[in-house]
């Protein structure tokens, strides 16, 4: 019976072994689908991270660019490129007119004042400014052509403009 007994002894042993041998292997399986759930979610979040660097590289070049044009290094370089059209479209729109209206004296430079535009008062002056290409005035500032660049002007001034001092072509019959 000893035998028996020892049988029976390692029979328990080896069914204990075999439990903890079948606990530990479900804990390792728990810890494996634990593991790959979170290796899915972490290819979840590499690929929506993936997509957001790829939105953020198609959005950022234009937000740099608006806020470029926010910037004030970019207004001081329209300004720049303005005065220099402006100065070659001066002088463009001063020969076209000097062509058309021979008899009109223009100002080289209208920036000069005049003793004649002393007497006038400021409001009734038509603006003018070297950043602003859309308009030239006479010696006389009474007679003021509106190039081709009307957009260019602020719709409200352009009303202005036309209201008190109408179209250069509708005062003196050209139609032109």
Not at 142 to 165: C, G, N, Q, S, W
Request: hydrophobic share 35%; aromatic share 10%; with cysteine.
């Amino acid at each position: 019976m000893s035998e028996l007994g020892e049988a029976t002894q390692w029979v328990e042993r080896a069914d204990m072994e075999l439990n903890e041998v079948q606990a530990d292997l479900a804990d390792s399986q728990h810890q494996l689908k634990e593991q790959k759930a979170s290796r899915w979610k972490s290819d979840d979040d590499l690929l929506k991270m993936m997509k957001e660097n790829e939105a953020i590289k198609i959005e950022l070049p234009s937000k740099c660019i608006v806020d470029y044009k926010q910037s004030i290094r970019f207004g001081w370089g329209l300004r720049q490129m303005g005065q220099v059209s402006y100065e070659y479209g001066y002088r463009v729109a001063l020969a076209h007119f000097q062509a058309w209206h021979p008899n009109i004296e223009v100002d080289i430079d209208p920036f000069i004042k005049k003793s004649e535009d002393s007497s006038v008062p400021m409001e009734t002056l038509p603006w003018f400014h070297p950043f602003n290409p859309t308009c030239i005035t006479s010696s006389f500032r009474k007679d003021t052509v509106f190039l081709e660049a009307k957009e260019l002007l602020d719709p409200a001034l352009l009303d202005f403009h036309l209201r008190h001092f109408g179209r250069a072509d509708e005062r003196s019959g050209d139609p032109h």
